[in-house]
């Protein structure tokens, strides 16, 4: 693992080495909120305070009501069991540290022959427990917090990471659309949250799966090292103007995890399907930010505080302003996922013929589409709920069994 | 929460009040493995130790092998994450004990509203994070274990269940198709270490959920009660020959965990889909059963051993013979799945098509159909693994992008 300051162009991002700063994860807005007065408030440690037991009535708007936060706070609970787990030793493992709960397993290396089967092997592996999206890119020092924040010690920890662990598999799971489509409320925050939660025991698994066959690895979510330049680099999105991963198969709603590992397997090379042509005409995102903290201009290396990573020439997002509105309405936002015109179900054939049209020159049709179709309108959270004012119970719930059995489904008869 | 031994006929079984005798999970066959010299064997430890650490050229066969025991026990890791966590206090959690991770939330209850409002809801919840079926059933005592088993005193210990907790929410997760098609293998015993690992997860987050709105929520698994009598009585579907609930979705391919709870939520009604009549006429199982431990004959209170509950009318398997093969072979077993005609891709028209055959006086055509189809043929092992000796990539790998983007995703260009 080899810093490679040279690469003028890699993953998506310019860089310039000279003047390219490895990011420090102490300098991260969430974990600036605990240690950096010009981004701590008493809104941000009600924010943090609402992930850990639901308010109250804490506002009577729709998508954050109690029953919002219940459903954001139990989907997050799957992650924060393992972020939890061994705080006593100063691991918020899966967002400062990675994830280790992992058994002994065998010290006998399985021989994996051709890297590239090896690869499609550990694809169908990571698939079959759960991952939505598989890709393999090389460790590279330069996405590696050079320190990870501790909470005790308010302040910065080591961040070690074994050089010989030259594999990164990047693993994406597709968050609940229909959550999302609420944006913003604490509802939309569930999706976060069980992406997260999905992410941590897939993770957990491959990781135990490697173990298995004698090799190491070392499973991390936000903790470790950068997620995005990870996920372009292993081929399974290009970079987006919201400073997000957009991939084929669901646009930028994905959440991501990465595995280190010295598993000898091949790596996938980065995808180009025409997100970067569409971003540079599109603003769905920046216009439609509540924080304007979405730059509308080209990429630049400008920084806009001690957040953002130097010496790279990218779209780059304000995090202070991001997170400062999560802090105002208390939860996360998510509304640039909404509106970006990528994010669909791509398992249709209409939105599948809409991804081909906008990699071609008619991108502009391909917008115009998009934003007349209505797709990216924010829908109420009151209509997510089933048990609206009307009482009405939605078609998805309705037809739950009649789908596969259409009617062939009756009432218990003698034996009730 | 009281016995009700005067109902005759209940979630399939009769039960017979003046023999009817409530189950003590001491006595299921696996806990009767660690103290009961009649199902105790060395092959019964190689069986249990095999699953803790993976073992290297066990054997030579297909489906045995040490990569099919690796993705068998990653899989399991989710589960036995949580059954190993507390073990200093006497608890296998999920598998003996009831799941206990979750956070503390309000005591202040939010007004659910009309029952079967409140149930819609939940469910759509439920659906959200994860869960493939959910129905609610009554806490009934009868289906609670009368002890617990403990590992540390090797006998038995309380199983306290408040009886205010009269709602039983009943959650089903589909296992992975393609790996029962293999069983009897390792390789198969990853869908059944998967579906728990899931189902886990699942459970946590549901309870958590219901915790934040100010009820009370108890995860379990196969710990505290059973769990058939449970889903046939939540409508998730009908008894099976094999001892299995059969359900319309995912025929026997399902794992059921149970969260005991206050909230006020209407119950399901039990389904009938003509399953008792085809099983009536089908031996798919009892004649596959490689250990000759599902009966081919009428329903019956006969008890095989110990670990039959008694003074139940229905089909009931031999643990002994059952447990025995799946020690010898070093795995679970799930033959009766895969053989089982209900075990299909309904969500493929053809297959619900034969399902509404299936339920009509045309039963024997239906059963047929499916022999003369190769369903339930076993796939080996080999052809599930995609690096075959042929080095073939299976095509649902090879599709994996092309199946969204059809050729519009390039390898990356100028900036790659």
């Given at each position: 693992?080899?810093?490679?300051?040279?690469?003028?162009?890699?993953?998506?991002?310019?860089?310039?080495?000279?003047?390219f700063?490895?990011?420090?994860?102490?300098d991260?807005?969430?974990?600036?909120?605990?240690?950096?007065?010009?981004?701590?408030s008493?809104?941000?440690?009600?924010?943090?305070?609402?992930?850990?037991?639901?308010?109250?009535?804490?506002?009577?708007?729709?998508?954050?009501?109690?029953?919002?936060?219940?459903?954001?706070?139990?989907?997050?609970?799957?992650?924060?069991?393992?972020?939890?787990?061994?705080?006593?030793?100063?691991?918020?493992?899966?967002?400062?540290?990675?994830?280790?709960?992992?058994r002994d397993?065998?010290?006998?290396?399985?021989d994996?022959?051709?890297?590239?089967?090896?690869?499609?092997e550990?694809?169908?592996?990571?698939?079959?427990?759960?991952?939505?999206?598989?890709?393999i890119?090389?460790?590279d020092?330069?996405?590696?917090?050079?320190?990870?924040?501790?909470?005790?010690?308010?302040?910065?920890?080591?961040?070690p990471?074994?050089?010989?662990?030259?594999?990164?598999?990047?693993v994406?799971?597709?968050?609940d659309?229909?959550?999302?489509?609420?944006?913003p409320?604490?509802?939309?925050?569930?999706?976060?949250?069980?992406?997260?939660?999905?992410?941590?025991?897939?993770?957990?698994?491959?990781?135990?799966?490697?173990?298995?066959?004698?090799?190491?690895?070392?499973p991390?979510?936000?903790?470790?090292?950068?997620?995005i330049?990870?996920?372009?680099?292993a081929?399974?999105?290009?970079?987006?103007?919201?400073?997000?991963?957009?991939t084929p198969?669901?646009?930028?709603?994905?959440?991501?995890?990465?595995?280190?590992?010295?598993?000898?397997?091949?790596?996938?090379a980065?995808?180009?399907?025409?997100v970067?042509?569409?971003?540079?005409?599109?603003?769905?995102?920046?216009?439609?930010?509540?924080?304007?903290?979405?730059?509308?201009g080209?990429?630049?290396d400008?920084l806009?505080?001690?957040?953002?990573?130097?010496g790279?020439?990218?779209?780059?997002v304000?995090?202070?302003?991001c997170?400062g509105?999560?802090?105002?309405?208390?939860?996360?936002?998510?509304v640039?996922?909404?509106?970006c015109?990528?994010?669909?179900?791509?398992?249709?054939?209409?939105?599948?013929?809409?991804?081909?049209?906008?990699?071609?020159?008619f991108r502009?049709?391909?917008?115009?589409?998009?934003r007349?179709?209505?797709?990216?309108?924010?829908?109420s959270?009151?209509?997510?709920?089933?048990?609206?004012?009307?009482?009405?119970?939605?078609?998805?719930?309705?037809s739950?069994?009649?789908?596969?059995t259409q009617?062939?489904?009756?009432?218990?008869?003698?034996?009730?």
């Amino acid at each position: 693992m080899t810093v490679r300051p040279d690469d003028r162009a890699d993953a998506g991002w310019k860089i310039d080495p000279g003047r390219f700063v490895r990011f420090s994860q102490v300098d991260d807005v969430f974990n600036r909120s605990w240690w950096d007065e010009r981004v701590r408030s008493p809104e941000t440690e009600r924010f943090f305070e609402s992930y850990r037991k639901p308010l109250v009535d804490w506002k009577k708007a729709r998508g954050f009501r109690r029953k919002d936060y219940a459903l954001r706070n139990a989907a997050w609970h799957g992650a924060d069991i393992f972020a939890e787990l061994k705080e006593a030793e100063d691991r918020r493992e899966g967002f400062l540290d990675p994830l280790s709960v992992l058994r002994d397993a065998s010290d006998e290396k399985l021989d994996m022959g051709d890297p590239t089967e090896a690869a499609e092997e550990l694809k169908q592996v990571a698939s079959t427990l759960g991952a939505d999206l598989v890709g393999i890119a090389e460790a590279d020092e330069r996405w590696l917090y050079t320190e990870r924040y501790s909470r005790q010690a308010d302040g910065a920890k080591p961040n070690p990471m074994d050089p010989d662990l030259d594999r990164v598999i990047v693993v994406g799971q597709a968050m609940d659309s229909s959550l999302i489509a609420t944006a913003p409320s604490a509802l939309a925050g569930a999706a976060t949250g069980l992406g997260y939660s999905q992410d941590v025991i897939v993770l957990l698994m491959i990781s135990q799966y490697i173990r298995n066959l004698g090799y190491r690895a070392v499973p991390t979510l936000n903790d470790t090292a950068l997620a995005i330049p990870y996920a372009i680099k292993a081929g399974l999105g290009e970079y987006g103007r919201h400073g997000l991963v957009i991939t084929p198969e669901h646009g930028a709603n994905v959440r991501f995890g990465k595995i280190f590992t010295d598993l000898p397997v091949a790596i996938d090379a980065p995808i180009r399907f025409g997100v970067e042509e569409m971003c540079g005409i599109c603003r769905a995102c920046s216009d439609a930010c509540p924080s304007s903290a979405i730059p509308d201009g080209a990429p630049s290396d400008a920084l806009h505080n001690v957040s953002n990573i130097e010496g790279v020439t990218k779209w780059s997002v304000d995090g202070e302003a991001c997170f400062g509105y999560w802090a105002k309405i208390n939860s996360d936002c998510s509304v640039c996922i909404r509106v970006c015109p990528y994010t669909r179900d791509m398992s249709r054939r209409r939105n599948r013929w809409w991804l081909r049209l906008s990699a071609t020159r008619f991108r502009r049709l391909a917008l115009w589409l998009d934003r007349r179709s209505g797709r990216s309108d924010r829908v109420s959270s009151n209509d997510w709920w089933p048990t609206a004012a009307d009482g009405a119970v939605p078609v998805e719930l309705r037809s739950r069994r009649t789908e596969t059995t259409q009617g062939e489904v009756g009432h218990a008869g003698p034996f009730q």
